[in-house]
């Protein structure tokens, strides 16, 4: 407390008054921004408050009969301490104190039913901010090193803990459900290596407790809300294995909070009531060190450090993908390795540069080279894994040859330097009759795949590329690839806007669950 004002110091101990002062005392130190939220011994004396004044079933007493004409002032000071904490990460030790306060008022519903949907909001918005800040930790942290990663780690581990611990104490929507299982999964299969202090232990250990407490009270209405749709499980799944299946037919075991389902030989398996995740009865780990000491490792990913999945076949696949792409690693026999590189459905092996010694020298060494399964080339790009320009492109000439002996190795130009998934062409699909009010047809790009004619292959992707946007044919309808779980709308009009303004798209929501 030594770096505590006095302002901040009086408004603590003024809140040990009598329960007659307590609430009052509490409503002007709140509005006055007096108490520090972020310290500890803050967050004992406010819960010891809300004990000493007591719940709403004994609301006749004395200390309680002022309570309805408090809830409207109340209420506008959490929902203002709310969108102030929502900003500020490096305040993020508020946040328990705060889903204290909000949860108590919650429960005197009767006394102003209208202010008690604002204080479901405060906390609503609490639990989405804290897994956005997850979210952003995950972002930037696949491929780091181990040092840098941990402590990234440790905050999804923490913020998920928050999300969780932020679940409303009033009757759940499948939304709140879905966080609450979300930030269980990120708390539960977040795994750092670093040694902890005394007091993180300390803190996590206390935070995990009031989670278990919460996800048990609320574990009835998250097992309805599972029972009926499939989606909902498997979005908390794609919380640490992103590369689960969408169509995933999830059964309960007996009648534990237990879920699993199958896929193409793999079990998939989710504890709703821990948040624990397993892939074929393993769970999320760091590569082994055998993967990451490996030479062909080594060269490509240097110190990267990958959270994997490992699957009945010992094969080792990352969790969540890095600039779009999952990568798979197995060990083989004789001390060989494995790596694939996977992305919409198309597969990459690394080869080893002592398969390639007819090449010319500088071709070896400065280059990563990348064998396309399906088309039987070979691509060379930059030695590091995250630079993906194409540089060369050797195409066999026979089926048995891989090492330059036959065929063909053409130089790709610097404007050639995109995917070859797709091929560029100059059509003119329906959509475009929508999509041109937004972006002159010049600029909006349509590719098909490349494997066949032009005339035998429908319009697949179109391209926006000065507002960054790309819409994809999916099931019929054009799936928007940087709002994941929107695709584009058939009705493109909408009611009361400005005359003349015609300038937008109309996105359509169709994954309930999609996360914004």
Not at 214 to 232: G, R, T, W, Y
Not at 439 to 456: L, M, S
Request: a negative charge.
């Amino acid at each position: 407390m030594v770096d505590w004002r006095k302002h901040e110091y009086l408004a603590l101990c003024g809140l040990r008054a009598f329960p007659q002062q307590q609430l009052r005392k509490l409503l002007i130190a709140l509005q006055d921004s007096s108490l520090p939220l972020t310290h500890a011994p803050v967050h004992h004396l406010l819960r010891q408050l809300l004990y000493h004044v007591g719940p709403a079933e004994d609301g006749e007493l004395q200390w309680k009969r002022d309570i309805p004409g408090l809830m409207n002032e109340f209420k506008e000071v959490f929902v203002t301490l709310a969108e102030e904490f929502s900003a500020k990460p490096r305040a993020h030790e508020a946040l328990p104190a705060l889903v204290d306060l909000l949860n108590y008022f919650i429960q005197w519903e009767s006394c102003d039913p209208l202010a008690t949907l604002s204080l479901i909001s405060g906390c609503c918005q609490l639990s989405e901010t804290a897994l956005k800040w997850a979210k952003e930790a995950l972002s930037d942290m696949t491929g780091l090193q181990s040092d840098r990663q941990d402590a990234l780690v440790a905050k999804v581990k923490l913020f998920g803990l928050y999300a969780a611990l932020c679940t409303p104490q009033s009757t759940l929507r499948i939304e709140d459900a879905q966080r609450l299982l979300v930030g269980l999964v990120y708390a539960q299969n977040s795994i750092a290596f670093k040694v902890q202090t005394a007091e993180e232990k300390d803190m996590l250990k206390g935070l995990r407790c009031r989670v278990d407490a919460v996800a048990v009270q609320k574990l009835a209405e998250v097992m309805n809300f599972a029972k009926s749709s499939d989606e909902f499980i498997t979005t908390g799944v794609s919380a640490t294995l992103e590369h689960v299946p969408e169509t995933l037919q999830w059964e309960q075991v007996g009648t534990t909070p237990c879920f699993h389902a199958e896929d193409q030989g793999h079990l998939y398996s989710i504890n709703l009531l821990t948040g624990v995740v397993l892939l074929d009865g393993y769970p999320p780990r760091r590569i082994p060190a055998t993967i990451a000491h490996h030479r062909l490792f080594r060269r490509c990913f240097g110190d990267a450090v990958f959270e994997v999945s490992m699957d009945s076949s010992g094969t080792f696949k990352t969790a969540r993908p890095v600039d779009g792409c999952f990568y798979e690693f197995q060990e083989l026999s004789a001390g060989q390795l494995r790596i694939s590189e996977l992305k919409d459905g198309r597969s990459l092996q690394l080869v080893p540069k002592e398969r390639l010694e007819k090449f010319p020298r500088r071709l070896i060494e400065l280059y990563s080279h990348w064998r396309d399964e399906e088309r039987n080339v070979i691509l060379f790009r930059p030695i590091y894994f995250r630079e993906k320009s194409i540089h060369f492109i050797y195409e066999p000439s026979q089926e048995t040859d891989q090492d330059g002996t036959y065929g063909v190795c053409r130089q790709i130009p610097l404007l050639m330097h995109q995917d070859i998934v797709h091929q560029l062409v100059n059509e003119d699909a329906p959509v475009m009759n929508i999509l041109h009010k937004f972006e002159d047809r010049e600029f909006i790009h349509q590719y098909i795949q490349c494997k066949g004619g032009c005339g035998e292959n429908e319009i697949e992707q179109l391209e926006l590329p000065r507002v960054n946007m790309v819409f994809t044919r999916k099931n019929g309808q054009w799936m928007c690839r940087d709002y994941r779980g929107y695709c584009l709308a058939d009705d493109q009009k909408l009611s009361d806007t400005l005359v003349d303004f015609d300038s937008y798209l109309v996105l359509k929501r169709v994954d309930p669950n999609a996360w914004y």
